[in-house]
């Protein structure tokens, strides 16, 4: 069992950035990918980004050389920076955790095993 908190959203002006961790307990950190996803009022959840049991990173091609996914194991720790933020940032954000398999699609919500609450990035004009 592996429950994550994220931390470090809130109110940001466009252009600007924001660090948001995710703290992770349980054994066994650096089996598990972590991914970021976001949601906006009536949309889909989607992918941010990720980080495989080898740091592998994917990022969606909207955050792409914005965010930079990284994990600190030693620390069970996961973060995503954003930088240079838009008004389409805006969102909950949430860090998820899959277990480590052949095969596994990092980019998909059904590819998590463990959620965290959600913490919520607002991007202001």
């Known amino acids: 069992q592996v429950q994550l908190v994220e931390s470090g959203g809130g109110l940001a002006q466009a252009g600007g950035s924001l660090r948001l961790s995710c703290a992770a307990s349980?054994?066994?950190?650096?089996?598990?990918?972590m991914g970021w996803f976001r949601q906006a009022p009536g949309k889909e959840r989607e992918f941010v980004g990720s980080?495989?049991?080898?740091?592998?990173?994917i990022y969606a091609d909207s955050v792409k050389g914005r965010f930079t996914i990284s994990r600190d194991n030693a620390k069970n720790m996961a973060y995503l920076q954003m930088n240079s933020l838009k008004l389409e940032d805006t969102a909950v954000y949430y860090c998820a955790a899959a277990r480590q398999r052949a095969y596994v699609t990092l980019v998909v919500v059904t590819s998590y095993d463990y959620w965290g609450q959600g913490t919520q990035v607002t991007v202001s004009s």
């Open positions: 349980g054994r066994a950190f650096g089996n598990y990918a």
């Open positions: 980080i495989d049991w080898s740091y592998n990173t």
